[in-house]
């Protein structure tokens, strides 16, 4: 031991890692940044087959605060994602990153935000399916938001050329 | 896999697969850890009690499980599950270790798991043979039988006689009570009660936090904050079937003071879980996370060459453009023929 006794947090977040690799879903790599830190996980996610985002391969940190699983943690795509519910700088909004309680989307119902029954797997396949299917209710990037309701063909042209640029292409 | 953090894929992949369910079952949803404690929501969900109650005070008035509305003061305990908890995970290991080495014998054997004694109370199945062995771990050894003093006529364990008769009939030192089972009782723990930080003033506070020998050092948020989270500890304490020492709690607040509250403004700490965490589990997610990249790139790229192929090969006017509905709704599905192209 090295004084310390691992938190919570820290101690839910290996058996979720634990699980996780023992059963990881499709098209989804996460863990731990570094072994001495589990608040901070590096995760791939694959770009869902028949979408625009086919084919790309798209690195994110999630960053568990403290008190996890209490309150959820951030998620935040590390390179350029062009998508009506992500950021510019990344961080992805979605109804199971919002605690119930903070309400910045009236019209996200209670039963799909964050609960302590949520876990890792959940959110990388809530973001996954969300790559597949935006929410134009909530526009993180209304620039995307704009294009994709208003310009298919242009938006997918951005995405594609995210999806080269997220793999050094 | 690493078996310093036991969770319930340990079941994968063993010959008694099924308990993975079961092993789930007993853990709380909060914390993944077996309950502790147990507490049961008026909707049926079942939480250990500090997990709830910290819960229900600092994030939500709703049952994590199922999100309806839910109070402490509906909190029940579940002593049930509690009493399971503690038979399962007592046999867990055993379990594990018995139904793990059957996996490696060429030969499929009936594993059956072993039985603690106290569970022995001679009601078995028919069909199941009893042993020597099972007659005698069953008989009541002498040592158990109630006997009378012959000076006082008390009755007591035969194995306590002989110490009686020499302590002349005086068995109050040991353990505090006398033979006959009038123990000394102890004091049943209280349950403390919440406050509230819009009424209560912050001198009540003080004094309270002064009364149970805690700091009383920082702002108004944090004497309230810490006193909520001591309430949260202490009551969660008070529903332990055998609760801990208040020092222990006391422990239990530093620390939460320290990496909680202490975090909330300052940088992500590092924390150092040698022991507990293996080197190759981060190997293995760099070498995959590699892997995937490579293969990602070399999949866009022999698309790209094929779709350039493709496109020499056909006539002038082709229609790239993206599948529309006619309803107007977006549909970011491609048509069947095609994958998207990418932009050079
Ligand atoms: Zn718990
Ligand atoms: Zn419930
Ligand atoms: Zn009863």
Request: glycine share 4%.
């Amino acid at each position: 031991m090295s004084g310390k006794r691992p938190s919570v947090a820290q101690k839910r977040l290996m058996k979720e890692y634990k699980q996780f690799i023992s059963d990881p879903p499709q098209g989804i790599s996460a863990g731990p940044a570094d072994e001495d830190n589990f608040l901070l996980w590096e995760c791939l996610i694959q770009g869902p087959d028949d979408t625009p985002y086919e084919g790309g391969l798209f690195p994110a940190t999630l960053k568990f605060p403290q008190d996890y699983p209490l309150s959820p943690p951030v998620m935040k795509f590390t390179c350029e994602m062009y998508h009506p519910n992500i950021y510019k700088d990344g961080t992805v909004c979605i109804s199971i990153l919002h605690a119930p309680g903070d309400d910045p989307n009236m019209y996200e119902s209670a039963s799909e935000r964050w609960s302590p029954i949520q876990s890792v797997d959940k959110i990388l396949l809530s973001v996954m399916s969300m790559l597949a299917e935006p929410n134009d209710e909530s526009g993180a990037n209304i620039d995307a938001s704009k294009m994709w309701r208003d310009d298919q063909e242009q938006f997918v042209k951005i995405v594609r050329g995210t999806v080269r640029k997220a793999l050094g292409l | 896999m690493n078996s310093d953090i036991p969770d319930p894929s340990d079941w994968i992949d063993s010959k008694l697969s099924g308990l993975k369910d079961v092993d789930e079952t007993l853990r709380c949803h909060i914390c993944k850890e077996f309950f502790t404690a147990p507490m049961i929501t008026g909707c049926g969900h079942t939480f250990c009690s500090l997990c709830i109650q910290r819960y229900l005070t600092n994030t939500s008035q709703r049952c994590p499980t199922c999100m309806q509305e839910q109070q402490i003061s509906q909190l029940r305990k579940n002593v049930t599950v509690e009493t399971l908890v503690e038979h399962f995970s007592a046999q867990r290991a055993t379990i594990l270790r018995v139904v793990k080495e059957a996996a490696k014998q060429p030969i499929p054997e009936v594993v059956e798991p072993p039985s603690s004694p106290d569970l022995d109370d001679g009601r078995r199945r028919s069909g199941r043979k009893r042993t020597r062995t099972n007659y005698t771990e069953t008989l009541v050894s002498s040592d158990d039988i109630q006997v009378e003093c012959p000076v006082c006529q008390a009755m007591l364990p035969g194995a306590a006689i002989n110490r009686h008769l020499d302590n002349n009939c005086n068995d109050t030192g040991a353990n505090g009570g006398n033979w006959l089972g009038t123990k000394k009782k102890t004091k049943p723990l209280r349950k403390i009660q919440r406050v509230n930080q819009a009424s209560e003033s912050v001198a009540n506070v003080r004094r309270k936090l002064q009364d149970e020998g805690l700091s009383t050092s920082g702002s108004k948020q944090t004497l309230f904050r810490r006193y909520d989270e001591w309430v949260t500890l202490w009551n969660a304490n008070v529903d332990n079937k055998t609760p801990r020492s208040k020092s222990d709690i006391k422990d239990d607040l530093r620390r939460w003071e320290t990496t909680v509250v202490a975090n909330e403004n300052a940088q992500p700490v590092k924390m150092t879980i040698k022991n507990i965490d293996d080197r190759q589990w981060v190997q293995k997610h760099k070498e995959d996370y590699d892997y995937l990249i490579e293969q990602a790139r070399k999949s866009i790229l022999k698309k790209k060459q094929e779709k350039e192929k493709e496109q020499q090969q056909q006539q002038e006017g082709h229609q790239k453009a993206v599948d529309r509905r006619e309803d107007n709704e977006p549909d970011m599905k491609r048509s069947e023929t095609e994958g998207y192209q990418v932009v050079s």
